[in-house]
């Protein structure tokens, strides 16, 4: 039996029993940080490696490409390009890895959204500005975590 699908109109969409959540309570920042020569994977992810406008991860470097602190991330996680929020980069992990320490590692929360359409809530053109807006600095806007979760 085939369902019948519904056309949904967003322009008049029912918002009366919409909950609001602060960002902290949509998705946790994951601060694991390892040293590269110490991280026990084959993956390093930098800025560089994520595409504008991209949910996909495509390129890819080595932990000895690196030196410093890096964050952890594993399957499922995203990493968001905290510097310079305005080139939309933010992609799905699906490796165990290590990225760089100018993103945010985000793990969605089940409970309040879907991870499967978490990375385009974070590609979403409302939530882009806002990152744009909350940005500080000249020539490298970053976004701090205590702007984010609130």
């Not at 519904?6 to 946790?28: G, M, P």
């Not at 969605?108 to 409302?126: G, Q, R, T």
């Given at each position: 039996m085939q369902e019948k699908i ?24 994951i601060s694991k940080t390892v ?116």
């Open positions: 519904q056309n949904i109109d967003l322009n008049n969409l029912d918002k009366s029993t919409w909950e609001t959540f602060r960002f902290d309570e949509i998705a946790q920042k040293k590269p020569e110490e991280a026990g994977v084959d993956i390093y992810v930098g800025l560089e490696h994520l595409d504008k406008e991209d949910i996909h991860i495509r390129r890819k470097g080595v932990p000895t490409d690196v030196k410093g602190g890096k964050l952890r991330c594993y399957p499922g996680d995203i990493i968001f390009g905290k510097r310079r929020a305005y080139q939309r980069k933010a992609a799905i992990v699906d490796f165990e890895g290590i990225c760089s320490a100018h993103a945010f590692v985000l793990r969605a929360n089940p409970d309040v959204i879907d991870p499967k359409l978490f990375p385009f809530f974070l590609h979403s053109d409302a939530f882009m500005h806002r990152m744009v807006d909350i940005s500080v600095g000249g020539l490298s806007p970053t976004i701090n975590w205590g702007d984010l979760k609130h």
